[in-house]
């Protein structure tokens, strides 16, 4: 395991983008259903409707039982 032992700098950019994958996409919804989630967003705390859309997802994903949380 010489990444264990890797300087500081190299191992946090060994880490870095871990565990996301980024698409550019474009959602297109009608102006309510943003509407819904900027509430959601607000209500919440969250920083951008990335991080609200995510929350959403997986808030659902349980309620299906698809996901444990």
Same mark, same amino acid.
């Given at each position: 395991?010489?990444?264990?032992? #890797?300087?500081?700098?190299? #191992?946090? *950019?060994?880490?870095? +983008? ?5 698409? #550019?996409?474009?959602?297109? =919804?009608?102006?309510?259903?943003? #509407? =819904? =989630? *900027? ?8 920083? +951008? ?9 997986? *808030?659902?994903?349980?309620? =299906?039982?698809? *996901?444990?949380?």
């Amino acid at each position: 395991m010489d990444w264990m032992n #890797a300087p500081t700098k190299v #191992a946090q *950019e060994a880490g870095r +983008n871990v565990g996301g994958i980024k698409a #550019a996409k474009t959602i297109n =919804l009608q102006i309510s259903y943003w #509407a =819904l =989630l *900027e509430q959601i967003r607000s209500k919440k705390g969250f920083k +951008n409707g990335n991080e609200t859309m995510c929350y959403v997802i997986m *808030e659902k994903a349980i309620e =299906l039982g698809l *996901e444990t949380g």
